[in-house]
């Protein structure tokens, strides 16, 4: 058990909490950087799609694990990022301004969605989002002059300033620090008044009311910096795929964008990159598995989705603070050794859930 | 207050279920049945929100608007309407009466 003692009052916000901290996520931004020399291209794919989802969930990790306000849409900013883009980049502009185009627009529909929701809670908040992306997905399918139409949509690759990135290491670079930047961009606004508020709107919207935090004014700033967090990842993935159309931004995409926050673990930003490792590596591993398995189960068809539910379920029965909270639950236990009790994590578990349940 | 909780939110649960399956029997005869059918289960949604959660009347009259919404809209508006009129309806419902057409308003306790 490490103690900290702390001789200033800057010390209670510092990012990193203390030396280890600093020492392992060096490390692990070291590694990230030698990644494309040390693991082969295929990997090195599937770990910028890691990145992009990652920065996707940090978005929805704002909206739902911060202020609790969940949105089962969130395919629709995805790929409103990931058409600007799209459309951006082939008229022939520069990749950064395409970015933050991207991510303009998409903060803007956020707004746009956030008005209505501004009303709503719980289920009537999930049906809201849910109809807004049906919506979205349909003016993808029907805008055909600009979106392509079901036909969909290719992507020039990524250009900077006449540098032509491709789609193999100089993307991953992008992607790395577009991540390390939204990362660092959320840690810092989740210890800023802003990020309190968000916090204090998701434990109880009442008693924030009362602390005075204006409601309207958070949870659309809420929805608004999601939605750019989706728009920027939806433009990296247009690049990355480089082939973009309707289907890829339906209902299931939403679902498994919610999937990837909540078995990261709901209100830990460690839980978005989690999740995103989850989700990009599973399929993975169903393929892998599909060679060891009896052709009866391995070649069934819908592997996948069952696969996918169990382990949702599981995640949602036995540990609802995902991935993030088991690694909590393990380190804890490794510090305390002797002396872990089974209930320590319970108190801060029931008082969310009473909350929630209202 | 005496009330076997459990034993009754799994009688609910399969009640539900009951009433699901009712509506698929009746579905089979006149739709294609295929394995992504549960997509049609997310049209309940529109219709419980418009006629209000909580409110018989009020899922019956849900239906009907958004079935009919919905066979008017694949008839009089440009194609691609059809599959989208359910939701907007519903994001229009939430925006002016969030409670739906028969909800009972419900005051939460602090």
């Known amino acids: ?358 | 207050m005496g009330i076997p909780v459990k034993r009754l939110n799994s009688l609910v649960w399969g009640l539900a279920a009951a009433v699901a399956a009712i509506a698929g029997m009746l579905l089979a005869p006149i739709t294609f049945v295929h394995a992504n059918m549960g997509f049609i289960g997310l049209k309940a949604f529109p219709a419980a929100v418009v006629g209000g959660f909580g409110s018989l009347p009020g899922a019956i009259v849900g239906g009907l608007v958004i079935g009919v919404v919905e066979s008017l809209a694949g008839f009089y508006l440009p194609d691609g309407f059809k599959d989208t009129a359910p939701y907007i309806v519903v994001l229009i419902m939430l925006m002016v009466k969030p409670n739906g057409l028969f909800g009972e308003k419900l005051r939460k306790k602090v």
């Open chain 1, 1 to 358: 058990m490490r103690f900290i003692f702390k001789t200033t009052y800057a010390q209670d916000i510092e990012l990193a909490k203390h030396g280890g901290q600093r020492f392992w996520y060096g490390l692990l931004c070291v590694l990230l950087l030698l990644a494309p020399w040390l693991i082969d291209e295929y990997w090195l794919a599937q770990l910028t799609f890691v990145l992009i989802y990652g920065i996707v969930g940090l978005g929805l990790m704002l909206l739902a694990g911060f202020t609790g306000q969940f949105s089962i849409g969130h395919a629709a900013f995805l790929g409103t990022g990931a058409y600007t883009q799209a459309v951006l980049s082939n008229m022939g502009l520069p990749f950064p301004i395409a970015m933050v185009g991207a991510a303009a627009l998409s903060a803007a529909v956020g707004v746009v969605v956030a008005l209505p929701a501004l009303r709503l809670k719980g289920i009537y908040l999930g049906i809201a989002t849910l109809s807004f992306g049906f919506i979205v997905e349909e003016v993808f399918a029907r805008w055909e002059k600009v979106t392509g139409g079901n036909a969909g949509l290719h992507v020039k690759p990524a250009q900077v300033f006449g540098w032509e990135l491709g789609s193999g290491n100089g993307f991953y670079f992008v992607c790395l620090v577009v991540a390390v930047l939204c990362t660092l961009a959320i840690l810092n606004l989740l210890r800023s008044p802003t990020g309190r508020a968000f916090v204090a709107i998701r434990d109880s919207e009442i008693s924030a009311q009362s602390m005075g935090i204006h409601l309207a004014r958070y949870k659309t700033m809420s929805f608004a910096i999601s939605a750019a967090l989706a728009g920027l990842g939806g433009a990296l993935y247009a690049h990355k795929l480089s082939f973009i159309s309707p289907d890829q931004f339906n209902i299931l995409q939403s679902i498994d964008l919610l999937l990837l926050v909540v078995i990261g673990g709901l209100g830990s930003v460690h839980g978005a990159f989690l999740g995103a490792i989850f989700l990009i590596s599973m399929p993975q591993l169903i393929s892998l598995s599909k060679d060891w398995l009896p052709p009866v189960i391995g070649q069934a068809p819908g592997l996948q989705g069952l696969v996918y539910g169990l382990v949702l379920i599981a995640f949602v029965l036995f540990e609802p603070l995902g991935i993030y909270g088991r690694w909590l639950k393990v380190r804890t236990w490794l510090q305390l050794f002797p002396f872990y009790r089974r209930g320590l994590f319970k108190r801060q578990k029931s008082f969310t859930k009473s909350d929630r349940l209202r």
